[in-house]
């Protein structure tokens, strides 16, 4: 009885063994998408899907974009619920910041993530509304607790209808404007500060790499890695943001700028 035993034990391992071995054997030869990348420059919907990992690790392209705003986007998240629960100092501007720029930054990772989705597309360019109110908004709190932000609000309309525009220059037109016409409101207030100027031109910036890298021969096609110029406009809109938690520490007397604190009226 003991032998028997013994051979069904053994019996059993060796079963284990080839399943194992053919587990590894599928691995091995998995059709691992290495070829298909997202051409720089297409709309969603225009190329074969693929996972989403296939994006965050294996596309050399969509890689950068995930990382370059998917790392932010977490810290965002953690200044945002530490504002909230007064671990951070900042106050509600902060943590209304903190949730701005978080919602921005995660649309974006999510639509690099799944780049062929047209809706986590549209998810991306509403994503882009709530950075474009929330910094304005949130410096407005930061300076007066007591400002009206109503005008703000109905202007977040104009930043709606761009969102949802089909046509690429005219939504980055449509954010431009919408912005500027938020800048003017902080300036007709004398409430914008050099920060607030610092953080326009780099959203401008920002702007015309991403028009440039969908229609001009961009470097989206021909430049070096992590240098494409729509990995400079996620730089430039990251950069911003860190600026803008830096104003808004200033404002609350938290820290001291290294330049002059300059506001325009």
């Known amino acids: 009885m003991a032998g028997r035993a013994f051979d069904r034990m053994c019996g059993a391992a060796y079963a284990v063994e080839h399943a194992l071995e053919d587990a590894v054997d599928a691995v091995k030869h998995f059709p691992l998408p290495k070829k298909h990348f997202r051409p720089a420059g297409v709309k969603a919907g ?12 294996h596309d050399p392209y969509e890689r950068v974009n995930v990382f370059s705003h998917g790392i932010p986007a977490l810290g965002f998240w953690i200044l945002a619920i530490s504002s909230f629960m007064g671990w951070f100092p900042g106050g509600t501007p902060m943590a209304l910041f903190g949730l701005a720029a978080a919602t921005t930054h995660t649309g974006s990772t999510i ?7 047209e809706w986590c597309e549209k998810g991306d360019h509403m994503g882009i509304t709530a950075l474009i109110i929330g910094v304005p908004i949130s410096a407005s709190m930061s300076q007066d607790p007591e400002a009206d932000v109503s005008a703000m609000l109905w202007l977040s309309i104009v930043l709606m209808c761009a969102a949802f525009t089909s046509h690429r220059t005219l939504r980055t037109l449509g954010y431009i ?10 300036l007709a207030r004398g409430a914008a500060t050099s920060n607030l100027c610092a953080q326009c031109v780099l959203y401008l910036t920002g702007g015309v790499f991403y028009i440039r890298s969908k229609n001009w021969n961009s470097r989206d096609q021909h430049g070096p890695q992590g240098l494409s110029d729509h990995h400079l406009m996620h730089y430039f809109v990251t950069t911003a943001s860190v600026l803008q938690v830096y104003g808004i520490l200033h404002a609350h007397g938290h820290i001291e700028a290294p330049w002059p604190h300059v506001h325009f009226s």
């Open 46 to 57: 225009h190329f074969p899907p693929m996972p989403w990992w296939h994006h965050a690790f």
């Open 111 to 117: 639509a690099h993530l799944w780049p062929d989705d």
């Open 177 to 186: 404007l919408g912005g500027a016409g938020l800048f003017l409101i902080m």
